[in-house]
Every structure is written in structure tokens, then in C-alpha cells.
């Protein structure tokens, strides 16, 4: 009888212990899906940024190139033109006019 009575308490104890596990393991559970989520999410969010990391770096390329074949195709540099520059009209009136200049 009083080896029926521990064993008895023995199952109880290991039965509780069987069910802190199980409880333990649910919240392991959660805690994983969670983090696989956030992970997923991360991995996306990682991969946007490196495609917008690749798009400036061809867009700067494609400056840098447009720059460059610029600089090829006019192979005189004019000097700054002033800021506000007067020239004299062709039409005979004395008074100077202000005439529009396109900078390169």
C-alpha cells in the first residue's frame, strides 16, 4: 500500500511536470512563428533594399556616363557668363537690354 501510495504521487509529480513542458512548449511554439514572421519580414524588407540600392547605383552609372559623353561632345569649355549680362540691341535703341544666356 505505501508503495502504491508513492508511486501514486510520483505519477502525480511527473504529470504536472508533463504539462509545465507542454506549456512550455506551446509558448516556444508562438515565440517561433513570431520570430519566423519577423524574419520574413526583415528578409523582404532587405531585399527592397538592396533593389533600390542596385537602381540608384545604375541610375548614378547612367549620370556619370551622360556626364562623361557630355564632356566628350563639347570639347570647348566656355567660361561662366556673368551672372546678369547687358549687351546693346541690334535695333538702333542706345538703352541696354537684358539678353538670356543658357549656361552648360
Do not use: H
Amino acid at each position: 500500500v505505501e508503495k502504491n501510495l508513492k508511486l501514486e504521487e510520483k505519477i502525480t509529480m511527473l504529470q504536472q511536470q508533463n504539462e509545465e513542458l507542454k506549456a512550455r512548449i506551446e509558448q516556444n511554439t508562438v515565440i517561433t512563428r513570431q520570430l519566423s514572421e519577423e524574419n520574413a519580414n526583415l528578409q523582404e524588407y532587405v531585399e527592397k533594399e538592396v533593389e533600390e540600392k542596385k537602381k540608384l547605383s545604375r541610375t548614378n552609372e547612367e549620370l556619370l556616363w551622360k556626364l562623361q559623353e557630355g564632356d566628350a561632345v563639347s570639347p570647348v569649355k566656355l567660361p561662366p557668363a556673368p551672372s546678369t549680362p547687358f549687351y546693346r540691341c541690334s535695333s538702333g535703341n542706345s538703352s541696354p537690354a537684358k539678353v538670356r544666356t543658357l549656361r552648360r
